[in-house]
């Protein structure tokens, strides 16, 4: 079953505009990962922002997290067209002492030049 | 640094027979992870191996199955194939006890 949902499932904007995507789970977590996937390839790791922070930055992202409402957001500045690619949120999940990463389905984002 | 490596890339199959997939993690890396993607979808979780050992599996059939090897590679074995099974397959790998991980660009598997 799916933990993190992201929302919206699809974004379109203008190269140069801010894109805010948001991810809401179910329990409570150790940290929160987001990744990127570009064209239905590998994903890669962008930030992770453990239970006790409120806010990450690396470089044009920008990570919240608010475990009151089981939520985050990704923020990116000044997008580019290099940044269409679809983003997933990541949270842990331990059940029996087994741990895995339990994936929200992702939002597409479209950056139009 | 050479990244995590996966073959083949495409793997074209008849519903029934089975396939194998393998992975190379980073170099250092013990822990390799398998994913599920099927087409316009999330992640859903397969395997965990760290040290030769499945630490943790996800909720799939029996027919998935794996194993590392002394070098820490791996390799997903899928049996009895079903159509359902066509997805793209990613491999991950992470430093032991690490929560960052590091995806191969994956096996696109194709059950006809």
């Known amino acids: 079953s799916q933990q993190g949902e992201e929302d919206p499932q699809a974004l379109s904007i203008q190269e140069g505009e801010n894109a805010t995507m948001n991810c809401s789970y179910k329990t409570s977590i150790n940290n929160l990962q987001w990744y990127r996937q570009n064209s239905g390839r590998g994903l890669v790791h962008l930030i992770l922002i453990r239970s006790n922070e409120r806010e990450k930055h690396s470089g044009r992202l920008r990570v919240t997290l608010d475990t009151s409402k089981k939520s985050s957001s990704l923020l990116i500045t000044a997008s580019r067209a290099a940044d269409t690619a679809s983003y997933f949120c990541a949270t842990d999940s331990w059940r029996d002492s087994n741990y895995q990463l339990i994936w929200g389905a992702g939002t597409k984002l479209i950056i139009k030049p | 640094e050479a990244g995590v490596t996966q073959s083949p890339t495409h793997l074209i199959k008849t519903r029934g027979q089975q396939a194998t997939l393998r992975c190379s993690p980073i170099?250092?890396?013990?822990?390799v992870y398998w994913y599920q993607q099927a087409l316009g979808l999330g992640l859903q979780f397969l395997l965990w191996?760290?040290?030769?050992?499945?630490?943790n599996r996800g909720n799939f059939p029996p027919r998935f199955s794996g194993r590392q090897f002394p070098n820490y590679s791996s390799e997903l074995n899928v049996n009895a194939l079903e159509l359902e099974d066509s997805a793209l397959y990613l491999c991950?790998?992470?430093?032991?006890?690490?929560?960052?991980?590091?995806f191969g660009p994956g096996t696109r598997l194709t059950v006809t």
């Open positions: 170099s250092g890396h013990t822990s």
């Open positions: 991950a790998s992470s430093l032991q006890g690490a929560r960052e991980q590091y």
């Open positions: 191996y760290d040290e030769g050992e499945e630490r």
